[in-house]
């Protein structure tokens, strides 16, 4: 079963910057509304950004807005999430997931059926 497959992920310095990228080729051809969310040990998984399936449309928590930004090329069925002038705080498991119904630039995670197994973000000072 093709998953969503995230990648990108490592440990850098507080102020660098890192790009995360997520294989969505399962849903080529269809419709579908993206997103970020990330977890921290023994903190709830939070939305950090959302993006509509043309990407024209994209969506933001206030913690990141301004220092990350959402794309996604359906071309080559990648979805992405650049992350710059990063903190400590934003040290977490990064997860991409995907939705085919409901309404787009959601960051609440009922909002998405589909997920990936995540990859891990470091951010030192």
């Known amino acids: 079963q093709v998953r969503l497959a995230e990648s990108g992920g490592g440990s850098v310095q507080a102020g660098g910057s890192l790009r995360l990228a997520c294989d969505i080729s399962?849903?080529?051809?269809?419709?579908?509304?993206m997103a970020w969310f990330r977890q921290s040990p023994g903190k709830a998984r939070e939305g950090v950004a959302a993006i509509t399936s043309g990407g024209g449309g994209t969506q933001y928590a206030d913690s990141v807005k301004g220092r990350f930004t959402i794309s996604r090329d359906n071309i080559n069925h990648t979805m992405y999430l650049q992350m710059n002038s990063l903190q400590d705080e934003d040290t977490a498991t990064y997860f991409c997931?995907?939705?085919?119904?409901?309404?787009?630039?959601?960051?609440?995670?009922?909002?998405?059926?589909?997920w990936g197994q995540g990859t891990q973000v470091f951010v030192s000072s």
């Open positions: 399962k849903y080529r051809d269809k419709i579908t509304c």
């Open positions: 997931a995907a939705a085919q119904t409901g309404r787009c630039l959601s960051l609440r995670q009922v909002s998405y059926d589909d």
